[in-house]
């Protein structure tokens, strides 16, 4: 093992006394403290993988390891409600449910802003050029030159709710690449406001439809839909209209623009447990049914106050 920073070092003599330890209420307190140190969003076997007895770090890994992972990723979503509309940090916590040991949440942001500057490196123009036009590049830019687009064989995989993952293999369902789109946009607007002093003068938001997941571009002189996860197709109003009517809903599309961001996660949970119960999967189950609780009162709340 090399070299490792204060914090690291802390985390790993708590492994170690956790070890160490047999008394019940001792490694409870242990643990707690863990659960506490790791840094938000940090999966506990990183640090377990760092031990260098290989004695230890298999009998952690069998103890704790799992139990710690669940723990953690609920402290962590608790955390998050502080600041319930940072889509960035909510859509990472979803990511936390795979069995990625080695991602981490400043890799994750770190991520849009490098696929911001590309973006800028490739239309080095964009600044001056039409709305028209920048909506185009916007399109073209993320689901033709990166590739990104919907998993049509593979449709039920749950790496497509992943957004780490899908960074990695440029497929995803509608609402990760809806969310990795709106993601892409509010840096854009960040990085175009700091350092060109400009402002943008569109607006992408998220629509919240039952069944498909899409997006809005609006501006004085383009307002469309457009679709992710079909490589970026437009969509019409009398398309969405005519998507609702099909599925039994009468409400127009607008009563599904811009939901909560706390909902948006929910929808992206509310996924993946769907795919977790046909699997069977009884452990992520209830870890996500325990992610629902916690956001389940305010999204209520938020839905009375926005009238959605």
Same mark, same amino acid.
């Given at each position: 093992? =090399?070299?490792?920073?204060? /914090?690291?070092?802390?985390?790993?003599?708590?492994?170690?006394?956790?070890?160490?330890?047999?008394?019940? #209420?001792?490694?409870?307190?242990?643990?707690?403290? +863990?659960?506490?140190?790791?840094?938000?969003?940090?999966?506990?076997?990183?640090? /377990?993988?760092?031990?260098?007895?290989?004695?230890?770090?298999?009998?952690?890994?069998?103890?704790?390891?799992?139990?710690?992972?669940?723990?953690?990723?609920?402290?962590?979503?608790?955390?998050?409600?502080?600041?319930?509309?940072?889509?960035?940090? =909510?859509?990472?916590?979803?990511?936390?449910?795979?069995?990625?040991? *080695?991602?981490?949440?400043?890799?994750?942001?770190?991520?849009?802003? &490098?696929?911001? #500057? !590309?973006?800028?490196?490739?239309?080095?123009?964009?600044? !001056?050029?039409?709305?028209?036009?920048?909506?185009?590049?916007? +399109?073209? *830019?993320?689901?033709?030159?990166?590739?990104?687009? =919907?998993?049509?064989?593979?449709?039920?995989?749950?790496?497509?709710? *992943?957004?780490?993952?899908?960074? !990695?293999?440029?497929? =995803? /369902?509608?609402?990760?690449?809806?969310?990795?789109?709106?993601? *892409?946009?509010?840096?854009?607007?960040?990085?175009?406001?700091?350092?060109?002093?400009?402002?943008?003068?569109?607006?992408?938001?998220?629509?919240?439809?039952?069944?498909?997941?899409? &997006?809005?571009?609006?501006?004085?002189?383009?307002?469309?839909?457009?679709?992710?996860?079909?490589?970026?197709?437009?969509?019409?109003?009398?398309?969405?209209?005519?998507?609702?009517?099909?599925?039994?809903?009468?409400?127009?599309?607008?009563?599904?623009?811009?939901?909560? /961001?706390?909902?948006? +996660?929910?929808?992206?949970?509310?996924? &993946?447990?769907?795919?977790?119960?046909?699997?069977?999967?009884?452990?992520?189950?209830?870890?996500?049914?325990?992610?629902?609780?916690?956001?389940?009162?305010?999204?209520?709340?938020?839905?009375?106050?926005?009238?959605?």
């Amino acid at each position: 093992m =090399g070299l490792l920073n204060e /914090i690291d070092a802390e985390i790993l003599n708590l492994f170690y006394l956790y070890y160490e330890h047999q008394d019940v #209420e001792i490694r409870k307190d242990i643990f707690k403290k +863990i659960t506490e140190k790791i840094p938000f969003g940090m999966n506990p076997y990183y640090f /377990i993988e760092l031990i260098d007895d290989s004695l230890i770090r298999l009998q952690l890994r069998s103890q704790i390891g799992s139990e710690l992972n669940i723990a953690k990723i609920i402290y962590d979503f608790k955390l998050y409600m502080e600041e319930p509309n940072n889509l960035m940090k =909510g859509s990472y916590l979803v990511s936390r449910l795979s069995d990625s040991i *080695f991602i981490n949440y400043e890799d994750y942001k770190k991520k849009y802003f &490098l696929l911001v #500057e !590309e973006f800028l490196k490739t239309y080095p123009d964009f600044i !001056e050029i039409d709305i028209e036009e920048q909506y185009s590049k916007i +399109i073209d *830019f993320l689901y033709c030159y990166k590739g990104f687009q =919907g998993n049509f064989d593979d449709y039920h995989n749950p790496e497509n709710s *992943f957004i780490t993952k899908v960074f !990695e293999t440029k497929k =995803g /369902i509608p609402v990760s690449l809806s969310v990795l789109t709106l993601l *892409f946009y509010e840096v854009l607007k960040k990085i175009v406001e700091s350092k060109y002093n400009k402002k943008l003068n569109f607006k992408i938001q998220p629509v919240n439809l039952p069944g498909h997941f899409l &997006l809005l571009f609006s501006s004085s002189k383009l307002t469309t839909y457009f679709d992710p996860f079909h490589f970026g197709n437009k969509i019409t109003y009398s398309d969405c209209y005519k998507h609702l009517l099909k599925l039994g809903y009468h409400q127009n599309p607008e009563s599904y623009h811009n939901p909560p /961001i706390p909902k948006i +996660i929910a929808r992206m949970l509310h996924n &993946l447990y769907n795919i977790y119960s046909r699997r069977n999967e009884t452990k992520k189950e209830k870890t996500i049914e325990s992610l629902l609780k916690i956001l389940n009162n305010l999204v209520q709340v938020e839905d009375k106050n926005n009238s959605i």
